[in-house]
């Protein structure tokens, strides 16, 4: 009885940790109208890398590069992202005073506490993790449009994938989604000029329990034999690219993605990726540059690496030619370009003028 109180109590520990961080902090607003707008992009302050704030960081980027006035907002004070090159503008929100023509972009892990966001601004929610739009909601305390009925002034959702767009025009049919693709830098993410090695790339902050089964299973068959497994963790952006860039396999353990980023940035990095979709790397999980296993698809996960394993090995050469064209449809279809664009068409629609 004391372990089962006990494991309630840490529960609940757990939950009320995870809906304070949920919570935006509070924002001075002022009333004029003569002020140029600007945007403003909420993120999170996590200590490991985390792909959801790096495109906040290039969204900013990307719109002070068209003129038009932005900046990242952390709650915490003096927080930047480190694990990537950059010198985007970062300010805490007690130096932010928004006004009626500004717009503030809100992350969808703070569903639990859009309720709390002032209702004289334009909100813009960045839905980078549809499959967790619900997260903390609780169904039979909130009504139809949660979290999102909340906010009045809610002018539209951004997105990073067509398969995220297609849930939320689903699930919210009466609000404007759009498009806004993920990048993957080429300067950071590109094959390598030797061969990559016998080496398998994996995260590991993904589906711990499936990848632990699969890797025995290939043990068991010898089909690790003389191939050399390459975990991933709290590494760099340039540091994982290097260790992606000298391995000839990534295995992709995506679970309920809004996109996806580590395997298109290994397919960018010349790597034959190997694995689940997480749904929304759907829209770039093409099987003639990869090979997307069905999800939880043990069996099928570990032929698909052996069938690779064997291609290597009659053909290196080959077979790095087929991740160098892996690496050029990446690239060419998920470019700063293109998202530039998009964020310009969006943004003019909201009465921001791109400057160049």
């Known amino acids: 009885m004391i372990k089962q109180w006990a494991r309630a109590a840490l529960a609940a520990q757990r939950r009320g940790t995870d809906l304070r961080w949920r919570q935006p902090p509070g924002f001075t607003v002022h009333s004029g109208q003569n002020t140029p707008p600007a945007v403003y992009y909420l993120a999170p302050h996590p200590t490991t890398p985390r792909g959801g704030v790096r495109n906040i960081y290039r969204h900013v980027d990307q719109l002070d590069a068209i003129g038009i006035p932005a900046a990242v907002v952390h709650a915490k004070r003096g927080f930047r992202a480190t694990w990537f090159a950059n010198e985007t503008r970062v300010l805490h929100s007690a130096e932010v005073t928004l006004g009626p023509r500004d717009v503030l972009v809100i992350p969808e892990c703070y569903g639990p506490g859009l309720h709390r966001l002032p209702p004289e601004v334009r909100v813009v929610i960045f839905n980078q993790g549809v499959y967790h739009t619900f997260d903390r909601i609780p169904f039979d305390s909130t009504g139809p449009g949660a979290p999102y009925a909340a906010v009045r002034s809610l002018v539209a959702i951004l997105t990073v994938s067509h398969d995220s767009a297609e849930l939320l025009r689903y699930a919210f049919p009466e609000l404007p989604v759009q498009l806004a693709r993920n990048v993957v830098d080429g300067t950071v993410f590109h094959p390598g000029t030797d061969l990559p090695g016998r080496r398998i790339a994996y995260l590991t902050h993904r589906r711990a329990h499936e990848r632990e089964q699969l890797l025995h299973v290939l043990r068991a068959r010898g089909a690790l034999d003389r191939w050399e497994l390459v975990p991933i963790a709290g590494r760099t952006e340039r540091e994982t690219a290097m260790m992606m860039r000298g391995s000839a396999v990534f295995l992709s353990f995506s679970e309920r993605e809004g996109f996806g980023l580590p395997p298109a940035e290994a397919m960018a990095s010349g790597c034959h990726v190997i694995g689940y979709t997480g749904m929304g790397g759907r829209d770039f999980f093409d099987p003639v540059y990869c090979t997307p296993v069905p999800d939880s698809d043990l069996l099928g996960f570990a032929r698909a690496i052996e069938v690779a394993g064997a291609a290597y090995d009659a053909d290196p050469t080959a077979f790095?030619?087929?991740?160098?064209?892996?690496?050029?449809?990446?690239?060419?279809?998920?470019?700063?370009?293109?998202?530039?664009?998009?964020?310009?068409?969006?943004?003019?629609?909201?009465?921001?003028?791109?400057?160049?």
């Open 320 to 356: 790095a030619k087929s991740g160098q064209a892996a690496s050029e449809h990446i690239l060419s279809t998920y470019s700063a370009e293109r998202l530039r664009e998009e964020l310009s068409t969006f943004y003019s629609g909201l009465g921001f003028d791109p400057g160049r």
